[in-house]
C-alpha cells in the first residue's frame, strides 16, 4: 500500500478484487481499480453509486469547504453521464468542531443537492475522539437513470477522440493557493497567486459531465482525480483494453497552474485535478461535445485518440501510471513550513 493516498491496482488486486461478498446478477458494474462507480439495475432502471471520504478543510472557509466536499461526493457518479439523484452521508466529526460550523457545512450540502435536485435519504452524524481534519467521515451518492444513458467507464473505443477539460492539476492547485497563500506572497505575484486561488471553483466535474453526455455519443468519461491526467487516461485506457494517444500542446491549462506547481514542486500532469474531466467521444459527436462545454463557459478540447494496444502514450512516447500522487506529500511538506514561519 502506497504510504499517502489511494492503493495502487496491485494492493487493490491482491486484497480486495478478490473479496466482494456475494455474486449477484443485478450488479452490472462491480469494483475496479481506477473506475469511478459501481452499478446495479433495479426492475428498469440503472441504479449507479460511488462511495467517497468527506474532505473537508476548515482552512478553506467552512462554507467554501463544504462546497468542494460535496462536489468531490457527486463527481463519481456524474460521469456515469445520469445526474446525480440521492445522498446518504456519515459525518465522524472532530470533537472541536462547533454547533454553528458544522450548520454552515450541512445549509451548503442542502444548498447545493437542492441545485442539483439531489435528495439526502439517511446519514450519520456525530462526533468522536480521534476524528481529524480534513477526513471527517464518508458518503454514497447515487443516480438512477435510464440504462441505455449509462456511459461506461470502460466504453472507449478504438478511433474515438479523447477530450480533456480545464486541463492539469485543477484541484492541487487551487487547494495549495488558498492553503499556502502566504508562503506564495513575495514569491509570485497577485496576479499569478489570484489566477492559483480562482482555480477552487473550477473544481467540480459535474457540470462538465452532464453537459458533455446530453450533447452527443460520449463512450466513457473519468474524473482526473488522484494521478491526474496521466493517470486518470492510464486508467481508462486499462478499462476499455485499449491504447490513448495525447499531445500535450492540445491540453487547455488555466492561468495560475503552471507557476503554482513549480514553486510547490510538483508535476501538475500527474497531480490530482478534481474538475478536469477525461473523456472519450465518437468521432462524429466530438464538435457537438466542444460546442456545448463552450456554450456553459468550460474550456475543452479534442487532445488524441483511442488506438489498438494497451496504455498511454505522450507526445509519442509511452508513459506509464504515475503511481502515486504528488500533492499529498506537497501538503504535509508545506504545512511544516507553514507552522515554521508562524513561529
Not at 482552512?59 to 457527486?74: D, P, Q, T, V, Y
Not at 463527481?75 to 459525518?91: E, I, N
Not at 466529526?93 to 437542492?114: G, K, N, Q, S
Not at 476499455?240 to 495560475?256: F, L, M, S
Request: net charge negative.
Amino acid at each position: 500500500m502506497s504510504e499517502l493516498g489511494k492503493v495502487d491496482r496491485e494492493f487493490f488486486d491482491e486484497y480486495i478484487y478478490p473479496h466482494l461478498g456475494a455474486d449477484r446478477d443485478d450488479v452490472t458494474l462491480g469494483p475496479q481499480h481506477g473506475v469511478d462507480f459501481g452499478a446495479i439495475e433495479v426492475a428498469d432502471r440503472a441504479v449507479v453509486m460511488a462511495t467517497d471520504p468527506v474532505f473537508v478543510m476548515p482552512s478553506l472557509g467552512f462554507e467554501r469547504a463544504a462546497w468542494f466536499a460535496f462536489h468531490i461526493l457527486m463527481s463519481d457518479v456524474a460521469v456515469s453521464g445520469l445526474p446525480p439523484t440521492h445522498l446518504s452521508v456519515d459525518f465522524n466529526l472532530p470533537p472541536e468542531i462547533t454547533d454553528a460550523e458544522f450548520e454552515t457545512v450541512w445549509e451548503t450540502f442542502d444548498e447545493e443537492a437542492r441545485d442539483l435536485g439531489v435528495s439526502i435519504v439517511t446519514g450519520h452524524t456525530a462526533r468522536y475522539a480521534g476524528c481529524n481534519y480534513p477526513m471527517v467521515g464518508g458518503a454514497t451518492p447515487i443516480a438512477v437513470g435510464d440504462p441505455d444513458e449509462l456511459v461506461r467507464p470502460d466504453g472507449a473505443r478504438v478511433g474515438d477522440r479523447v477530450v480533456v477539460t480545464k486541463g492539469p492539476a485543477i484541484e492541487a492547485t487551487g487547494l495549495l493557493s488558498i492553503q499556502y497563500e502566504s508562503l506564495l506572497e513575495g514569491e509570485l505575484d497577485p496576479e499569478t497567486i489570484q489566477n492559483a486561488k480562482d482555480r477552487f471553483y473550477d473544481m467540480s466535474p459535474v457540470k462538465d459531465a452532464l453537459t458533455a453526455a446530453a450533447a452527443g455519443p460520449v463512450t466513457a468519461m473519468h474524473d482526473a482525480t488522484e494521478c491526474g491526467i496521466y493517470g486518470g487516461l492510464f486508467e481508462m485506457g486499462r478499462a476499455a483494453g485499449v491504447r490513448i494517444d495525447i499531445e500535450t500542446d492540445r491540453v487547455p491549462v488555466q492561468p495560475g497552474v503552471i507557476e503554482a506547481c513549480e514553486f510547490f514542486g510538483i508535476d501538475p500532469w500527474i497531480s490530482i485535478s478534481e474538475g478536469t474531466l477525461l473523456l472519450t467521444v465518437d468521432p462524429d459527436g466530438v464538435d457537438d461535445v466542444l460546442g456545448a462545454l463552450a456554450d456553459e463557459g468550460i474550456p475543452a478540447a479534442d487532445v488524441g485518440e483511442v488506438r489498438d494496444g494497451s496504455g498511454l502514450v505522450v507526445d509519442g512516447e509511452n508513459t506509464d501510471h504515475p503511481g502515486a500522487d504528488p500533492f499529498w506529500a506537497a501538503m504535509e511538506e508545506y504545512a511544516e513550513k507553514l507552522e515554521s514561519a508562524d513561529e
